[in-house]
């Protein structure tokens, strides 16, 4: 029931900003904790960052501390990754994931939902 679609990529340069958005919808009636995974070619998918439904509570990964930062809007069904200071590194198809409780998680295993990703790529 629940249908996640992210956009917001682009190809930027090192040091560069971009803003990712994910727009949540559906019949569905439940809360659920929000995160963001990547994964570049030849990698496993690895997690960014995840927040919890009532936005109180946020978590990291440590290559993306102190640059990017995940907020939600609930009213508008929608949950964003900020990401500052954009690094070669980051070069990756960035997905949306819904986990259907509340409470965040940083497992990929704990995620029931899934967006098509959307592609950000850093030169140099």
């Known amino acids: 029931q629940v249908q996640l679609v992210e956009s917001g990529g682009g190809l930027v340069q090192a040091g560069d900003a971009l803003r990712l958005s994910c727009v949540v919808s559906?019949?569905?009636?439940?809360?659920?904790?929000m995160g963001w995974f990547r994964q570049a070619p030849g990698k496993e998918r690895e997690f960014v960052a995840a927040?919890?439904?009532?936005?109180?509570?946020?978590y990291y990964a440590d290559s993306v501390k102190g640059r990017f930062t995940i907020s939600r809007v609930n009213v508008k069904n929608t949950v964003y990754l900020q990401m500052n200071s954009l690094k070669p590194e980051d070069t990756a198809l960035y997905y949306c994931?819904?986990?259907?409780?509340?409470?965040?998680?940083?497992?990929?295993?704990?995620?029931?939902?899934w967006g098509q990703g959307t592609q950000v790529t850093v030169s140099s």
């Open positions: 994931a819904a986990d259907q409780a509340p409470y965040g998680t940083t497992r990929e295993v704990d995620y029931d939902y």
């Open positions: 559906g019949p569905s009636l439940s809360n659920y904790g």
């Open positions: 927040i919890v439904w009532s936005g109180m509570r946020t």
